[in-house]
């Protein structure tokens, strides 16, 4: 878990820790002050995603800003034929892990692509853990997969990609790792570019998403993404089971989750308590307009 380069600061004044969570030692950031908030990040980012709001948010919140398994500089679990190591359930449980070592029982929760996957997972599976559920934009990866038409499928072509068997995508992102980053990026945002990231946050993304193990486990990822985690999805769905925490849905105007039928209706088949809108912005809405954003989330998780 050693850092490939000295990267910048972007937390100053939050302490960094890494934390052994029954085997997965799991990197994170804490700092700030009140009731406590987990910040998850998604694809293909790491825990520095949320640099842009993490000074307002540590106002009135403890943060906690962990890297998932696999991302970032958190360790990396061992594939399986199953998947079931990246499975979002088994995430969950490790930050559910995570949190309690650090003496939060229940608590506040925020996440972004695959760590709103892993958020809504862990207030599906500990309802009694989560106090409130922010999720960025994504709609649930059972409903991703029944709406995989043409159209769809060609603005998240990643997901059939990244969950072809390895080692086929690992070889080819390898092999230009960063274009394949910077390309991912710039293209889900509003202005198709990097603009809205920084040259600071760009390099914490470069120097992890460069190592061929750490792709790997990303892969495997989007493989649980296509298999196991559809699985859970539809066990919910089938049990009526739906997440208890009231649930606020951003998404951004011109990102992934806002196509075809409104996040909120989808949302609210899952949830009995939801609210949100879009922010002006693509898919990465905490570095696009972190303005805008901070004003839907904090008067919701401060009620």
């Not at 878990?1 to 799991?26: A, N």
């Not at 969950?92 to 958020?119: C, I, N, P």
């Not at 059939?160 to 068997?165: C, I, K, R, Y």
């Not at 570019?193 to 486990?217: K, T, V």
């Amino acid at each position: 878990m050693s850092d490939p380069v000295v990267l910048p600061e972007l937390f100053p004044g939050f302490e960094m820790r890494c934390i052994d969570c029954d085997g997965c030692e799991i990197h994170c950031r804490t700092g700030g002050d009140g009731p406590p908030l987990l910040l998850v990040h998604g694809y293909p980012q790491s825990h520095a995603m949320w640099h842009q709001i993490a000074p307002d948010l540590a106002q009135r919140f403890t943060l906690i800003l962990p890297d998932l398994p696999g991302y970032g500089r958190s360790s990396i679990p061992e594939p399986s034929a199953d998947h079931h190591a990246y499975s979002k359930r088994a995430m969950a449980s490790t930050l559910l892990v995570l949190m309690r070592k650090l003496g939060h029982e229940r608590f506040r929760l925020v996440g972004h692509d695959r760590g709103a996957r892993v958020s809504y997972r862990m207030a599906l599976d500990h309802p009694d853990c989560v106090e409130r559920l922010a999720v960025l934009d994504i709609l649930p990866t059972y409903d991703y997969w029944q709406r995989m038409d043409r159209n769809f499928a060609l603005k998240i072509y990643h997901w059939a990609f990244l969950a072809q068997p390895a080692p086929f995508p690992e070889e080819l992102i390898a092999a230009s790792a960063r274009r394949f980053l910077d390309h991912t990026l710039a293209s889900w945002t509003a202005d198709k570019s990097l603009e809205s990231f920084g040259a600071e946050a760009l390099q914490h993304y470069h120097a992890f998403f460069s190592q061929p193990d750490r792709i790997a486990a990303t892969c495997e990822d989007y493989r649980a993404g296509a298999t196991i985690d559809v699985d859970h999805d539809r066990q919910d769905l089938e049990a009526g089971n739906k997440v208890k925490a009231p649930l606020l849905a951003v998404w951004g105007a011109t990102g992934i989750a806002q196509a075809g039928e409104t996040p909120l209706d989808v949302w609210g088949r899952w949830a009995d308590d939801v609210s949100g809108g879009p922010v002006k912005a693509g898919h990465f809405v905490t570095e696009e307009n972190p303005k805008e954003l901070l004003g839907m989330l904090l008067p919701f998780l401060e009620q």
